[in-house]
């Protein structure tokens, strides 16, 4: 039986199965703290300005599920919260971003897990205010960072995990076009519990397709005059 792994591979003067060549093996960039700009929105590195307008987005949601899944949170307290932006901004990995729509900071989201030698990146950290959940921007705001991980600093691999047991972000991600790799279980423990991590990625290879249906799907012709898409974001 063939081994699957192996299908399409190449042998060495042993015999054994070794990957593929790869043309460029150098390190990626580290990424810049710079703006991401679309139609919808602008995904920017957070500031303490981005304080007032993201506790206030957060505190939309009363009964505190946008903080479920996450290992901080939730905020009671603009002050409390306002500390924690703070501490935020002074790390390179998360390097956390604010998610801007018509002026006001409505969400967050981060590269993480950054490696410039192995050209591999995580997105994560992400919470999405009420305001800004199943919104366009929500789902631009993804692309954007996609865009720019994989076409200006040439990343060969983009990363998401989440809790196994948060069915919206695995929705979330697939949807999105990642692809489900596998759960380590045990993999961390917050908030006094255990969680196992469902592990998802795109790859270079892929993310020219990907791209395609994104532009589509961000497209104005895609919405009708309610706003209600007309093409889903995978259809092909």
């Not at 589509?216 to 009708?224: I, V």
Request: charged content about 25%; some cysteine.
């Amino acid at each position: 039986m063939t081994d699957p792994l192996i299908t399409g591979q190449r042998m060495n003067a042993l015999g054994q199965p070794i990957g593929l060549p790869l043309a460029d093996t150098s390190p990626r960039p580290v990424p810049p703290r710079t703006d991401m700009v679309g139609r919808y929105c602008s995904v920017v590195p957070l500031s303490p300005d981005h304080a007032d307008d993201l506790y206030t987005a957060f505190r939309a949601d009363e009964e505190d599920r946008i903080w479920t899944y996450l290992p901080n949170g939730p905020y009671h307290d603009p002050a409390e919260f306002r500390a924690w932006v703070d501490a935020a901004i002074a790390q390179d990995d998360p390097l956390m971003h604010a998610i801007v729509v018509d002026g006001r900071a409505v969400g967050h989201a981060s590269y993480l897990r950054i490696n410039p030698t192995s050209a591999s990146i995580e997105v994560g950290f992400i919470n999405l205010s009420p305001a800004l959940q199943k919104t366009r921007a929500a789902t631009e705001f993804q692309f954007l960072m996609m865009q720019h991980a994989f076409d200006e600093l040439g990343y060969r691999r983009y990363e998401w995990k989440c809790d196994a047991l948060n069915a919206p972000s695995r929705r979330a991600a697939e949807r999105l076009g990642f692809t489900y790799e596998g759960t380590f279980r045990q993999a961390t423990h917050y908030k006094g519990r255990n969680r196992d991590t469902a592990w998802f990625s795109i790859l270079d290879k892929e993310w020219p397709k990907l791209r395609s249906r994104f532009e589509s799907w961000l497209s104005e012709d895609n919405f009708d005059t309610v706003g209600v898409q007309i093409r889903p974001l995978q259809a092909p």
